[in-house]
């Protein structure tokens, strides 16, 4: 089955600084989309990517559909402790309806 | 509800015992997925439905496992005959237009 390659697997950072993850695919792919997860709960959608090159934000998230469609970041600015949580991207290939998802980058917010 | 809906929230049962949760997704998405996450790990794909086109069982880790979905609607996801290893959260996601919205989940645990 296709792979999604999410890193960096976790995350330690001063609150305010910036954060970075991404996710690489070994195949081409339709849709991108950035979820975070909360202990206990189900994850929640943040961002929505539909085209390559397409670059969206969501308050202080941002993330991009790269050109080859095989990758997605999600940038997190000034992180503050709320933004604590699991990452996960998820993907749609050009083919089949099956999302695969990336194995979550832990995030800890130091306040 | 607005949101996708899952029961029970938690279940305990016995090794061998069958069990069944539930799924009431979001109203007017025919897309149905359910996912299974195992602690601290990503999410494997179990099946699922679109409209009343025959589902994608790919995902199924074995023949204990089946999942129905009435009337386009709720859906049910079955084990049968439980092993240690089933236990896990079991995540419902419904969808329309490439996004994914997900319950809260059910966390099984196998004695």
């Known amino acids: 089955g296709q792979q999604l390659n999410q890193s960096p697997q976790s995350m330690f950072i001063q609150e305010g600084e910036d954060v970075s993850m991404n996710c690489t695919s070994s195949?081409?792919?339709?849709?991108w989309l950035w979820y975070k997860q909360d202990p206990g709960e189900g994850p929640v959608l943040l961002i929505a990517?539909?085209?390559?090159?397409e670059l969206t934000s969501n308050g202080r998230l941002t993330a991009q559909f790269g050109i080859t469609r095989k990758d997605s970041f999600l940038n997190i600015s000034a992180s503050i402790p709320s933004d604590v949580g699991i990452y996960f991207c998820?993907?749609?290939?050009?083919?089949?309806?099956?999302?695969?998802f990336g194995t979550g980058t832990s995030l800890t917010v130091i306040p | 509800g607005a949101g996708v809906s899952q029961s029970p929230s938690n279940k305990v049962t016995e090794k061998g015992k069958d069990v069944e949760l539930r799924c009431d997704p979001i109203?007017?998405?025919?897309?149905l997925y359910w996912y299974r996450q195992s602690l601290g790990q990503g999410l494997e794909f179990l099946i699922y439905?679109?409209?009343?086109?025959?589902?994608?069982k790919s995902g199924l880790p074995s023949d204990r496992f089946s999942a129905e979905r009435t009337g386009g609607s709720v859906s049910t996801l079955t084990i049968q005959r439980t092993q240690q290893e089933d236990s896990a959260v079991y995540l419902c996601?419904?969808?329309?237009?490439?996004?994914?919205?997900f319950g809260e989940g059910s966390r099984l645990t196998v004695l």
């Open positions: 109203s007017g998405h025919t897309a």
């Open positions: 998820a993907g749609l290939p050009n083919t089949g309806n099956q999302f695969y």
């Open positions: 996601a419904s969808s329309v237009v490439g996004e994914l919205f």
């Open positions: 195949s081409i792919f339709n849709t």
């Open positions: 990517l539909y085209k390559a090159g």
């Open positions: 439905f679109q409209g009343n086109s025959a589902p994608d």
